[in-house]
């Protein structure tokens, strides 16, 4: 559902989850999630990587988990929620595709005539139960803010669960490892849902 932050102390959030109104409140210093019809409390919540992790029903895995959380010389931030008139399954896919680059993202990630998405491997790991695009390549003339001109960006997609995906890519501050981008997707309804998304990223004046 977010970050907790976008719960104010004295004013509750109020959203959905596949169907389901949900209140979202501070009670003691700790998230509280209700059903808003009952106000019963939802039993399965968890505030974790900066997020509140929600389910309604009986978890069969616990919240994923994010590569270097714990390493010197990353910021993390969260650029925002929104909400989006399409299925998260939907939104997903389009996170995944590198090749609106240089049309949506023109000049920043992307740049015409450097149109082409070059072949990448697909793979299932069947440890992690996840999706991975790797050997993943595309030229971004600016990568990132800190960027001071174009690059070669090598990408590695992982879908983490099938409303959450992840990419990592190569960071403009070293070259020899990797920034992350977390999209994780809230189905509201069957055609809606709010895209939280989540930066942990390479910071030369942190490290």
Request: overall charge negative.
């Amino acid at each position: 559902l977010g970050p907790p932050d976008r719960v104010g102390v004295n004013s509750p959030l109020r959203t959905q989850l596949f169907d389901t109104d949900l209140t979202v409140r501070w009670e003691d210093g700790v998230i509280r999630v209700d059903y808003s019809d009952t106000l019963k409390a939802v039993a399965h919540v968890q505030v974790k990587h900066g997020w509140i992790w929600v389910c309604l029903g009986e978890p069969y895995r616990d919240v994923i988990d994010l590569p270097d959380w714990n390493q010197a010389g990353r910021v993390l931030t969260h650029p925002g929620s929104f909400g989006v008139g399409a299925s998260a399954l939907r939104c997903v896919e389009n996170f995944l595709d590198m090749g609106h680059f240089p049309f949506v993202h023109t000049d920043y990630l992307g740049q015409e005539p450097n149109t082409e998405v070059v072949p990448y491997k697909v793979r299932h790991d069947e440890v992690t139960d996840e999706l991975i695009a790797s050997d993943c390549q595309f030229w971004q003339p600016l990568a990132a803010a800190n960027s001071t001109g174009g690059l070669d960006i090598r990408y590695e997609y992982r879908v983490l669960h099938p409303h959450i995906a992840m990419l990592k890519k190569t960071s403009a501050i070293d070259t020899s490892q990797y920034d992350y981008i977390v999209l994780a997707l809230q189905p509201c309804t069957e055609v809606s849902c709010v895209g939280h998304t989540w930066l942990w990223y390479l910071d030369d004046v942190s490290m």
